[in-house]
């Protein structure tokens, strides 16, 4: 599996990602995401298999980039990758998560969550302010009604935040019933990532 960016930098500010400290620097083209596949399958012992877009960057505010990449890695004549071995993961752009919907209904969706009420998520996720819990949730079920096949829901742990027993329960019932899986990642406390890059330039 290979896990490649859409993004120089992100704009989205989540609270607890370095990458949000860069802002959005700027998009990768299609043919600069289509790169990195290329590189992965030169220099790995096998063809890569599964690709996710979860590296640096909001790949849904690259949207016709990303897109047109999904397409050639999935083409017969480009990559040959069967659709479902390509997941897009995105912080919740609603009007953008719908339009793949539409456009790549094949395509595996993963939602970076984070929180389970739409309260504590528009503190620690900005992007959130903009797009209700009930309509990102509405239209990661038409996604997965499309496809036929489970959503990723990705849900970093932030101690005496999100991972309390009562968060837990509320987590619960919003994902009961839904066809999805959870995946709880484990908060690793960084540097900003411009802090990093100045550090490295004295080097």
């Known amino acids: 599996t290979l896990c490649v960016s859409s993004q120089v930098g992100c704009k989205m500010g989540c609270k607890f990602c370095a990458t949000g400290t860069l802002g959005e620097l700027g998009n990768l083209t299609s043919g600069e995401i289509l790169e990195q596949l290329i590189h992965a399958n030169r220099i790995n012992d096998v063809p890569i298999r599964n690709v996710v877009f979860m590296g640096m960057g909001e790949p849904l505010n690259n949207y016709n980039n990303v897109v047109d990449a999904v397409r050639m890695m999935t083409s017969v004549r480009g990559f040959g990758l069967g659709f479902k071995h390509v997941t897009v993961s995105t912080v919740g752009v609603v009007p953008r998560m719908e339009q793949l919907t539409v456009d790549l209904p094949q395509i595996s969706m993963a ?6 009420t739409q309260e504590l998520r528009a503190e620690i996720v900005p ?3 903009g797009w209700k819990m009930d309509r990102l949730m509405a239209a990661l079920d038409e996604h997965v009604k499309v496809t036929g096949r489970a959503a990723l829901i990705q849900y970093i742990l932030l101690a005496g935040l999100n991972d309390t027993e009562a968060m837990g ?3 619960a ?3 009961h019933g839904r066809r999805v899986k959870l995946n709880l990642i484990p908060y690793n406390p960084v540097q900003s990532l411009s802090t990093i890059v100045q550090m490295l330039a004295v080097f």
Not at 111 to 116: C, D, G
Request: hydrophobic fraction near 60%.
């Open 127 to 129: 992007a959130a302010r």
């Open 169 to 171: 329960e509320v987590l």
């Open 111 to 116: 939602l970076s969550l984070h929180a389970p």
């Open 173 to 175: 019932k919003l994902l």
